[in-house]
C-alpha cells in the first residue's frame, strides 16, 4: 500500500491477556520502528528493525514485549500478561533510509481494563 | 526517555498570526525533525534541518537551528484553524539511531 498500515486501530484487553499489534510498512523499506505513546506525552522509542533483524531494542520496557519481523516486511508487537500501565497508542513507522524522516501509521490504540 | 524539550506546553493564536514553537534537546545531533500529529494518532513528517544548516523553509514553515545553544524553532506563517494539532520535534545523532522525541506543542488556531 501507499502508507503504514496498523492493525488493528483499537484493542480493548482484559489484564493479564496477551495481544499482538500488527505493523505493514511501505513496501521497500527496510527500516521499521515501533514507538508508544501515552497521553500528553511524545512517542517513546521500543524497538527498531533493520530488515529483519532488531538492530536497537533498547527501548522495551520488560520481558512481557517482543517483537518480530520474519521476512523483513510485516512486523508484530507482542504483549504478554497485559497491565493497565501498558494502556497507550503504539505506533508503527518505516523508513527507507534510517533517520531520515519516518512515515508512521496511524497506531493502535490499546486499552488494558 | 525523551531528549527533545518543546516550549510551550500548549498555544492558542487567532487565524491569520503567527505561530512559534521552540525546542531544545541534549545531546549533538546529525539532524532534527519536525512532525505534526491529529488527534493523538499518526505523526506527519514536515521538515529535516540538518547540523550544519541554520534555517530551512518549506512553504509557510520556517525552521532554524542553533547547535551552538542546541534548540531548534518551528515558525509556521499565516495559520490556519487547520494547522490545529500537536507539534514535536525529534533529533538522532545519525546513522540508524531511532528518533528521540519531545513531548510536543499543542497548536490551538482559533477561527
Known sequence: G???????????TEKGKYVELRCDPISGHT????????????PEFLIYF????????SGLPNDRFFAVRPEGSVST????????????????ASSSTGGWGYTFG???????? | SQQGEEDPQALSIQEGENATMNCSYKTSINNL???????GRGLVHLILIRSNER????????VTLDTSKKSSSLLIT?????????????????GNTPLVFGKGTRLSVIA
Open chain 1, 2 to 12: 501507499a502508507g503504514v498500515s496498523q492493525t488493528p486501530s483499537n484493542k480493548v
Open chain 1, 31 to 42: 527500516a521499521l520502528y515501533w514507538y508508544r505513546q501515552s497521553l500528553g506525552q511524545g
Open chain 1, 50 to 57: 533493520q530488515g529483519t533483524g532488531a538492530a536497537d531494542d
Open chain 1, 77 to 92: 508487537l507482542k504483549i504478554q500478561r497485559t497491565e493497565r500501565g501498558d494502556s497507550a497508542v503504539y505506533l508503527c
Open chain 1, 106 to 113: 496511524s497506531g493502535t490504540r490499546l486499552t488494558v481494563v
Open chain 2, 33 to 39: 525533525q519536525w512532525y505534526r500529529q491529529n488527534s
Open chain 2, 55 to 62: 534555517e530551512k523553509h518549506s512553504g509557510r514553515l520556517r
Open chain 2, 78 to 94: 499565516a495559520s490556519r484553524a487547520a494547522d490545529t494539532a500537536s507539534y514535536f520535534c525529534a533529533t538522532t545523532p545519525g
